[in-house]
């Protein structure tokens, strides 16, 4: 071979494999790029989570604040202008005249809902209508109704009934009492 065939094949060469290094670069640019547009997490309709604070008054703990976390276990369904479905409701709260938590069946309409909680109690020095320095297992059904709602988040009432019955306290007759309350919650969903 001559000399300026041999520099004609290798700048023929060099002139390939810069075409076939652009080529590659653009494919593995659109092939790495395919994946994260695939990934986009889809619009969701059922939040992961929705996430209350609450304030109530009631019997036995008087006066009292806590939070509330509902989890939907199904995706919900929209009709009628409510969104909802089944969930799981685990409270926690804590007053004047004890503390709480619960945890029981949920069904949301968004924003409306109802619920049937099991509830455990311990009551401080002074409750109303109640043992002092007890415990209480019960049961609690309770509905909530908005009364503002502003993007997606709404406040809402929710007045409740229970019974509840006194398994570790000072001994006395009545080991039963009647719970009730109602209170007020921000609610807002976490999607």
């Known amino acids: 071979m001559d000399r300026w065939t041999e ?6 060469n060099r002139h390939r494999m ?7 670069v653009a494919l593995a640019g659109l092939v790495g790029s395919a994946p994260v547009r695939a990934q986009s997490p889809p619009r969701r309709d059922t939040p992961t989570f929705l996430l209350g604070v609450e304030g109530q008054y009631g019997a036995p703990q008087g ?8 989890i939907p276990i199904e995706k919900w369904h929209c009709e009628d202008g409510l969104c909802g479905g089944h969930g799981i409701q ?49 049961v609690e059904g309770g509905f909530a109704f908005p009364v503002y709602a502003v993007h997606k988040r709404f406040l809402s009432v929710r007045p409740s009934i229970g019974i509840a019955h006194r ?14 309350s109602i209170g ?5 969903p976490i999607f």
Do not use: K
């Open 18 to 24: 810069r075409v076939r290094l652009i080529a590659f």
């Open 184 to 188: 007020a919650h921000f609610v807002w």
């Open 63 to 70: 006066g009292a604040g806590g939070l509330a976390f509902f």
């Open 90 to 138: 685990v409270r926690t709260r804590a007053g004047t005249s004890g503390w709480q938590v619960a945890s029981g069946p949920v069904l949301m309409a968004f924003p409306l809902w109802a619920d049937l909680l099991l509830t455990c109690t311990r009551t401080a020095a002074t409750p109303r209508g109640a043992s002092p320095d007890s415990t209480y297992l019960g």
């Open 7 to 12: 520099i004609r094949r290798r700048v023929h």
């Open 167 to 180: 398994v570790e306290g000072p001994a006395e007759q009545e080991r039963t009492t009647f719970t009730w």
